[in-house]
């Protein structure tokens, strides 16, 4: 009976969430180029909206995200950057701003979505990873001005994972036009399917917390990233929450749920593996160039099957917030 209550109230809160329009609380708003303390909650800056890491001839649009502080004031802070996966912002990444606000750290928390007039991303094509990405840096860059802002960490889920996995190769961070540097980045069940050359140089602190259930973004790719750069001074770490699927850590997930349509991307070969050439454009392994919309779809279509299951795990989840803790605690607060 209440799994049927429950299911009920979700095609109910689905139906709704459909039926409001897109609001973006930016709107006729300058953005920011310089914080202060005093900034807190909303704010609007400026990014480039790229597919990938490529900036030449891209337009620039101003995009919003929260900044919560410590309820302990303080005269200097470290800071976590937050960026969502392909659902958007969900009500579960609240707990982790509550664990990182009580360590004492400071929070920016962005919204990838509403200034590109995106409630979801099914497709997982309407914008990539780096574009994710590149919001990142262009928040890095901006809270950076903030003089009580030290140290910033980066911390993504799913297809927002992907900006913290690239952060741990330097010739990525070269590419990009900041000279701002994350100093620790987490990615929790984050897409892997990036590789790079065995002598590429690693440089900020990786942790990757993967499902090994996880049939959305399987951890093959993630366990191969790690097999590959571990022994490079020993600054990635990944962990594989036992009996987990993707979203393990979302409780509206409790009961679980299957998509027929979703992409399994268990498909691992030159042709559905991706890298970065020097010029910051995706292409897979054997050459082909993944820049828009149309050739992520055809990319995806390639290399997935489809059906995934995605469900909430209480154990993976606790572990989960004490691995975010003490990774932080490590290379970020006592950095």
């Given at each position: 009976m209440y799994r049927g209550l429950f299911?009920?109230?979700?095609?109910?809160?689905?139906?709704?969430?459909?039926?409001?329009?897109?609001?973006?609380?930016?709107?006729?708003?300058?953005?920011?180029?310089?914080l202060t303390q005093m900034d807190i909650g909303l704010v609007c800056f400026e990014t480039v909206d790229s597919y990938d890491l490529n900036y030449a001839?891209?337009?620039?649009?101003?995009?919003?995200?929260?900044?919560?502080?410590?309820?302990?004031?303080?005269?200097?802070?470290?800071?976590?950057?937050?960026?969502?996966g392909?659902?958007?912002?969900?009500?579960?990444?609240?707990?982790?701003?509550?664990?990182?606000?009580d360590m004492g750290l400071v929070v920016f928390q962005l919204d990838h979505y509403s200034a590109r007039n995106i409630k979801y991303d099914k497709k997982f094509s309407k914008v990539s990873g780096l574009t994710f990405m590149n919001d990142a840096y262009a928040a890095?860059?901006?809270?950076?001005?903030?003089?009580?802002?030290?140290?910033?960490?980066?911390?993504?889920?799913?297809?927002?994972?992907?900006?913290p996995i690239l952060s741990h190769f330097k010739f990525i961070n070269d590419i990009l036009p900041f000279d701002e540097r994350f100093?620790?980045?987490?990615a929790l069940y984050p897409y892997c399917g990036f590789t790079f050359p065995n002598n590429a140089e690693t440089e900020t602190p990786l942790l990757m917390i993967t499902g090994s259930?996880?049939?959305?973004?399987?951890?093959?790719?993630?366990?191969?990233?790690y097999s590959k750069f571990?022994?490079?001074?020993?600054k990635i770490k990944f962990i594989s929450m036992e009996n987990a699927r993707h979203g393990f850590d979302n409780p509206f997930l409790y009961f679980g749920f299957t998509f027929d349509k979703l992409p399994n991307l268990k498909i691992i070969n030159k042709e559905c593996t991706l890298t970065i050439n020097k010029n910051g454009e995706i292409n897979n392994m054997e050459g082909v160039l993944i820049n828009t919309r149309e050739m992520s779809e055809y990319f995806l279509n390639k290399c997935s099957f489809k059906g995934v299951t995605v469900k909430y795990n209480s154990q993976a989840t606790k572990k989960t917030l004490n691995e975010v803790k003490q990774f932080f605690n490590e290379n970020l607060i006592n950095k």
């Open positions: 299911l009920i109230l979700v095609c109910l809160s689905i139906l709704s969430s459909c039926s409001r329009e897109i609001q973006d609380p930016c709107t006729n708003k300058k953005p920011s180029d310089q001839n891209k337009n620039k649009i101003i995009i919003n995200g929260n900044i919560f502080y410590p309820n302990v004031q303080q005269d200097s802070y470290n800071a976590v950057i937050m960026t969502h392909s659902g958007g912002q969900r009500r579960y990444h609240n707990k982790y701003i509550e664990l990182l606000t890095l860059k901006l809270i950076k001005t903030n003089p009580v802002i030290n140290n910033v960490g980066y911390l993504g889920w799913s297809q927002g994972g992907v900006g100093h620790a980045s987490i259930d996880d049939d959305l973004t399987p951890e093959a790719a993630c366990r191969n990233i571990f022994r490079n001074d020993k």
